[in-house]
């Protein structure tokens, strides 16, 4: 019997390890049944809490499938692929902050009057 083949990135770095995929997996399945639990239980009388703390589990989680399962680190092709990461975090953050905040604005500086001719006009 041959040994298993070990696969390569085009780059020559080695995929994980049958270990890195089960430590992997198993977070992921923490990261997921704790949720779960907490919403099918009410834990938390609070909503509230129990959707910060699912958010929170939902951003370990990406965390995990990025590190153990895509491989991104700062070894994996020179670190271009946590550039191009963190890059796209930075540019999501700002369209998503810049939109609320307009949103806001324009909810908050709405000319009431023009608001109560559009309703007159229904």
């Known amino acids: ?14 995929h994980g390890s049958r270990r890195d995929y089960v430590i992997g997996f198993l977070l992921s ?4 049944a704790i949720p ?25 989680q990406i965390v995990v499938h990025m590190i153990y399962f895509l ?5 994996s092709e020179s670190g271009w692929t946590l550039m191009a990461l963190i890059f796209t975090i930075i540019i999501v953050v700002i369209v998503v902050a810049g939109s609320l905040w307009v949103m806001y604005h324009m909810n908050l500086n ?6 109560s001719e559009a309703m007159e006009a229904m």
Do not use: C, Q, W
């Not at 019997?1 to 080695?14: I, T, Y």
């Not at 399945?29 to 997921?32: D, K, P, R």
């Not at 779960?36 to 370990?60: K, Y």
């Not at 491989?71 to 070894?75: G, L, Q």
């Open 1 to 14: 019997m041959s040994a298993e083949p070990v696969a390569h990135h085009a780059s020559g770095e080695a």
């Open 29 to 32: 399945v923490v990261l997921t």
């Open 36 to 60: 779960f639990a907490l919403v099918m239980t009410n834990a938390f009388s609070d909503p509230r809490v129990t959707a910060g703390i699912v958010t929170a589990m939902a951003m370990m």
């Open 110 to 115: 709405m000319m009431p009057e023009m608001a």
């Open 71 to 75: 491989h991104m680190n700062t070894k």
